[in-house]
């Protein structure tokens, strides 16, 4: 407090207290949440200006559905169950992994953990690197999520709340190139042109084409492989795996303000994140001056529950949800290992 911090970062916890472990040989992490982090930048096909935060706002729902694919993700295929969904305050989302068994992952273990949720981009076709048969898990959040979210979002245009992919030709373009067939995209291109009509329907065309000339057994190169990457390529989670995979790395603190947007970090509901309004979200000037205004109006606060007299007191309810199970579970533990129930409390 005597330095002004201007925002708080959590790390791992060590074999020594930090700051006299310059008195220890031996100093180490030991356990850290898993932590996974991702952000609309690394959509490299996104139109984001991180100085004009509507842009970023306008791209929630690829937030909201990487939220919805990875917790499937860790709770069906590791079991974990402990996470702590957060916005970041301008252009992503933080999830931290509390379960014993995630914060006690060597950093060999998070690299395994990381890899095999995002797959690989590949620099020479500009697509995410996906294997034919699909892995179960792919499969389904292909099927569940990926492909409506591409053909409901993706697809639509812009004036109706969607991304608007196949409405220009500079986005279109670009995804007729990472078919890296030239007679295909000119071909498409054309088409395209000179019809008006929604992108959806212009998928369909794709499609239908990609279907004609796949059937035909003299053309050794098959495309519908390609257009199943192309739809991974445009709603799949872009992990920043190198945030997950080593444990001393440090992450901003659920309820920090963002430094440069002022907004709050809050918790999110991960079955409500399609809900979720970034731009809704107070900063801390809003939450100061409603603070002051509940004062001044004489409300009574409960000890350590200012906040529900300000607009931070409906994302009390997804912290508060995370804090009793977390809490639950680690009871659970202590009583299956035959230790007492002491205080959780710090």
């Not at 699909?134 to 099927?143: E, G, I, N, R, V």
């Amino acid at each position: 407090m005597q330095k002004l911090p201007h925002k708080i970062d959590i790390g791992a916890v060590f074999s020594a207290a930090p700051r006299v472990h310059i008195k220890f040989k031996l100093f180490e992490p030991v356990h850290r949440e898993f932590i996974i982090v991702f952000d609309l930048t690394d959509y490299d096909f996104l139109d984001v200006d991180v100085k004009k935060l509507e842009t970023c706002d306008r791209c929630w729902p690829l937030m909201a559905l990487a939220c919805r694919v990875l917790t499937t993700a860790l709770r069906q295929d590791f079991g974990f169950d402990q996470m702590l969904w957060v916005y970041s305050g301008r252009r992503g989302i933080h999830s931290w992994v509390c379960d014993t068994r995630a914060r006690v992952m060597n950093n060999e273990v998070r690299s395994a953990v990381a890899d095999y949720l995002g797959p690989k981009l590949n620099p020479a076709t500009g697509r995410l690197s996906i294997s034919i048969p699909m892995h179960p898990t792919l499969a389904s959040a292909y099927t569940t999520e990926l492909k409506p979210f591409f053909e409901k979002v993706i697809l639509k245009s812009t004036e109706d709340g969607g991304f608007g992919m196949l409405d220009y030709e500079d986005s279109q373009r670009k995804l007729l190139d990472m078919l890296q067939d030239d007679m295909v995209r000119d071909r498409m291109l054309e088409e395209w042109g000179k019809r008006q009509e929604s992108g959806l329907a212009r998928w369909g065309r794709l499609d239908a084409l990609v279907q004609k000339l796949d059937a035909n057994p003299k053309r050794e190169k098959r495309l519908a492989p390609v257009l199943v990457e192309i739809i991974f390529t445009y709603t799949y989670p872009r992990l920043d795996v190198n945030v997950s995979k080593g444990m001393n790395h440090l992450l901003k603190s659920p309820w920090c303000a963002h430094p440069k947007t002022g907004r709050v970090c809050v918790p999110l509901d991960p079955e409500a994140a399609a809900d979720f309004d970034p731009s809704q979200v107070p900063t801390l000037r809003m939450v100061a001056d409603e603070l002051d205004a509940a004062h001044k109006a004489g409300a009574e606060m409960g000890k350590g529950r200012d906040i529900s007299s300000t607009r931070l007191g409906k994302y009390e309810a997804a912290f508060e949800d995370f804090l009793r199970r977390s809490e639950n579970t680690v009871r659970g533990e202590r009583l299956r290992a035959g230790k007492e129930t002491a205080s959780l409390d710090f």
